[in-house]
């Protein structure tokens, strides 16, 4: 046990968290983190649709690695992404239908996100199974914080609510003056806050600084 | 790794073949459960236009509420041919509306569902079906005894944005829609319009469009203008 989370293992876990964020400094998924940020709730679901996809999907890719030819690579990891994806949707739609009413489409396109991809060819097509599983369990979270970061913020200052609670509402603010802010709940304002996020993991951490 | 034609001929073979199996056990074993959702989620959608079912998400056993709340408050439902009579036999709740919207205006039926509340009051639901900027949005209009006066409705949405477009399900938008009237006072079809704050208001037959959400709402506007105008033989007859 003290072997599958050894210092290393655990790096893989914290790394994409941090210093190598798939949104904040590989810019990977950025679609996605522009589209669902609007409300926390669909948010957070599809946080955990990707880190589970992107975990099992590394464990599967991982685990076919030698047997997989080297010129039809990219079609096998594309088939195993899509059918999990699949899978999940339709066991949304059976056992959480209010869930899936929620992410609609959102599901679909987990197949086309970068950092889905790019983990399986950076990283499960050259490591161990279980290595590959906590790469991915990684990166869906260090996907996932800032997702639900940026859609808190979008959401109170946007629609004046967290996780659908009006807490603007409730704080009494809108009496005295206060309003919502439009330009939040569009598209462009998810792209400021990623670059805010950015900025301020980029000062606080130089080694992330090119040089020029 | 370089392997041989041969081999990876029949690696994605095999591949394909045992994903295409899985999916479609997937879909087999999980079939009857998705549609129960679908047929639960439509009674809920129909109640809701009667402001009804609203404890759904807080039932014990959310497909019994709904399935006990629907027979109770649903007591007849007609089948409507173009020229607005009753086809006789028919249940409305196994047509499904989206799919006879795409057929010819000549061959279609139309469902309508009354509903007599617990004041005895009646009211018929009538589904409207459209699009709006992403996908399709569908929804149920209810109107009373007078067949003028809309007493509830219900809309929902496949794929529009959260916040903007999306803001066609909330009760605050759909709460708008109540007591406005689809016929003006010389009974000319009017529907209700959505309109955004620089539009002149029309008392009664208006409601606030959603900022940000200007197709969607605009195509709800069509949606409920279309679909009712199916409804207008049925509609007249039992007016009088």
New interface residues.
Partial sequence: MSQLFSAKNLKLLTNPLNMENPITVQVLGICSALA?T??MK?AFVMALSVTIVAAFSNLIISTLR???????RI??QL?VVA?LV??VD??L???V?DVS?QL??FVGLIITNCILMGRLEAFAMANKPWESFIDGIGNGMGYGWILIGVSFV??LL??GTVWGYPIMEKLGVYTIGYVNN?VM??PPMALILVGVIIWIQRSRSKKLIESK | MNKSNTYIFIYSTVMVVLVAALLALAATVLKPFQQKNLEIAKKLEILHAVDKGWDAGSADNKNKYVESEYDKYIAKTFVLNPAGDTIADRDAFEVDATSEMKKDSTVRVYPVFLCTKDDGSKNFIFPVRGKGLWGPIWGYVAIGDDMNTITGVFFDHQGETPGLGAEINTRWFQKQFLNKKIFDEAGAYISVKVLKNNEAKIPDHSVDAISGGTITSKGLEATIFDSMKNYLPFINKHKQ
């Fill in positions: 669902v609007v409300k669909p030698k047997g997989i030819p080297a010129r039809i079609i096998v088939v059918t699949i899978i339709q066991l739609r059976a056992f239908y009413k609609s489409v979008r959401e946007g629609s439009g709940i569009m």
